[in-house]
């Protein structure tokens, strides 16, 4: 059962900028970091970006960095904001949580999301 819950996902071309969310209904983002993952059809999930639970320490992946932006608000609220999107963007993105620091482990994290799909046509 997911205990996170992302929203934003949909069909955008090349080029186009999203905005995900991430909010977690009953529980607070303190003391967790939160992180964002996705996964592409036939790949394994893959990190993306995480944030420390004190939102001062940011880490992306080389294939995001500059493009993706992942931060939270004081709403219990995290997003991942993605400029200049391309096809290759095309996966189900999840957003995931844990009590600790960053780590860009999928088993790592205790708390996910189900997913939302995000379709970047060329």
């Known amino acids: 059962q997911a205990q996170l819950v992302e929203s934003g996902g949909g069909l955008v071309q090349a080029g186009d900028s999203l905005r995900l969310s991430c909010t977690a209904p009953?529980?607070?983002?303190?003391?967790?970091?939160m992180a964002w993952f996705r996964q592409a059809p036939g790949k394994e999930r893959e990190f993306l970006a995480g944030?420390?639970?004190?939102?001062?320490?940011t880490v992306y992946a080389d294939s995001v960095k500059g493009r993706f932006t992942i931060s939270r608000d004081n709403t219990n609220t995290g997003y991942l904001d993605m400029v200049s999107l391309k096809p290759e963007d095309t996966a189900v993105y999840y957003c995931?949580?844990?009590?600790?620091?960053?780590?860009?482990?999928?088993?790592?994290?205790?708390?996910w999301g189900q997913g939302t799909q995000v379709t970047v046509s060329a």
């Open positions: 995931a949580a844990r009590s600790g620091g960053i780590h860009d482990q999928v088993s790592d994290y205790t708390l």
């Open positions: 009953g529980r607070t983002f303190n003391f967790y970091s």
């Open positions: 944030l420390g639970w004190r939102s001062e320490e």
